[in-house]
């Protein structure tokens, strides 16, 4: 037979054997193990180095929420809502009309004290003119006086000068009747003796008795004149007291004048304030905005009877954001005002861009209503939160997005 063909018989053919799967050698998947590991080790040691530059060149806190000026709006004055013009979550503007109180009781007492304020500038009015009319009636009556005493003193003059005369005549009078009665003493020897007549005798006698008598009248006359003359120096020393007197009277008489001009000169100031008071007051019932913002808390209802003070809405500045952080004690140590931040928003899923304002002034549990003691012995400590004050970089997209109480985490660059 053909070996050939032999080869080509099946039957002929010996049995194949099963094939076996290639046994894995050890040292090939130790390596792969060893790979991993090593890729595992190289990710977590990157992610340490990349942490660890983190934490040395920033400052992060999710204790943090935007905040702003909450303006609570008061009414001034007492009154009865007549009007309110806004609704909460309203945005107004600086000047809008917020609330309208009844102005009606305003009205009515502004208009009162303004007719006081007319009666009391009129009685300014009527009193000024007295100043300068006693000017005038204090500069005549010193002239009058001064007449008076000049003229008084001309009558005592006068008076003086006829009680000379008087006192001359009663020395002549008294020279006349001495020799008189010397001539009648003589003549009465020369009767006695029949030397004379009796007709010459009668004759010398009546003379004696005339130059008697007009020594008695020239006596009378020099008493009548120096009684003249008291009356005349009595009136002089009168007229001069009333000269004195107008003189020393006239400035205080012109100041009373002054000071009754002032009194009222004040009294009407003093309504004037009072109406300017009135004026505020009326004013005072139609209730602006202050501020630029977004009504909250709004509880002004028309009709309702309010207090001065009570509280009828509140405006919060969303114009005017800015971000408190509470930072753990432990991290300020390079945080500084000035240095850039990063404000990652929950509400938005946005980040804006702000910087450091300042570092508050103690820490939260300090100016807390109830601070810890830590006197009492049972001190544990705790690492303490002190206030950090971002400011957003002005023109950044989405500001107006942002409310106050929104929580936020500030990332702060220190390096």
Excluded at 100 to 105: S, T
Excluded at 294 to 309: M, P
């Amino acid at each position: 037979m053909n070996p050939a063909q032999n080869a080509e018989t099946p039957a002929a053919q010996p049995a194949a054997r099963p094939v076996r799967p290639p046994i894995a050698r050890p040292s090939s998947g130790r390596g792969r193990a060893f790979l991993i590991f090593f890729f595992i080790l190289l990710i977590v040691a990157g992610a340490g180095v990349w942490y660890w530059l983190r934490t040395r060149d920033f400052e992060s806190t999710d204790d943090a929420q935007i905040e702003a000026h909450l303006d609570p709006i008061s009414p001034r004055v007492e009154g009865t809502i007549l009007k309110v013009y806004v609704e909460n979550n309203q945005t107004v503007h600086a000047g809008d009309p917020l609330v309208d109180l009844d102005p009606r009781d305003f009205e009515v007492a502004l208009n009162q004290i303004k007719a006081a304020l007319s009666q009391a500038q009129s009685q300014v009015t009527a009193q000024q003119p007295n100043v300068p009319i006693t000017q005038v009636e204090n500069t005549a009556n010193i002239s009058t006086s001064e007449s008076s005493v000049a003229t008084a003193q001309a009558v005592l003059a006068a008076a003086e000068h006829d009680r000379d005369t008087a006192a001359a005549r009663l020395s002549e009078a008294e020279a006349n009747n001495a020799k008189a009665q010397a001539d009648l003493a003589r003549y009465k020897i020369l009767i006695a003796n029949e030397e004379v007549s009796r007709q010459e005798y009668d004759q010398v006698d009546a003379a004696a008795k005339s130059q008697a008598a007009n020594v008695a009248a020239s006596k009378s006359a020099v008493e009548s004149a120096a009684r003249i003359v008291e009356q005349r120096r009595s009136q002089v020393a009168e007229a001069q007291s009333r000269l004195v007197q107008y003189r020393q009277n006239a400035p205080q008489q012109v100041a009373v004048k002054q000071a009754a001009v002032r009194s009222l000169q004040a009294s009407a100031e003093s309504i004037k304030a009072q109406v300017e008071q009135a004026e505020l007051k009326l004013s005072y019932t139609h209730i602006t905005a202050p501020v630029s913002g977004i009504v909250l808390k709004r509880s002004a209802e028309t009709g309702a009877h309010v207090a001065a003070g009570q509280q009828l809405l509140m405006i919060a500045e969303v114009g005017d954001l800015w971000i408190t952080a509470n930072f753990k004690e432990t991290q300020l140590a390079s945080v500084q005002p000035g240095q850039p931040a990063t404000i990652h928003v929950d509400a938005l899923g946005q980040d804006f861009s702000a910087s450091v304002e300042n570092i508050g002034g103690g820490t939260g549990a300090v100016s807390s209503v109830l601070p810890p003691e830590n006197a009492t012995g049972n001190y544990v400590k705790v690492v303490q939160r002190i206030p950090v004050r971002l400011r957003f970089k002005p023109g950044q997209a989405g500001l107006d997005r942002l409310r106050a109480g929104m929580s936020v985490e500030v990332e702060v660059r220190i390096r």
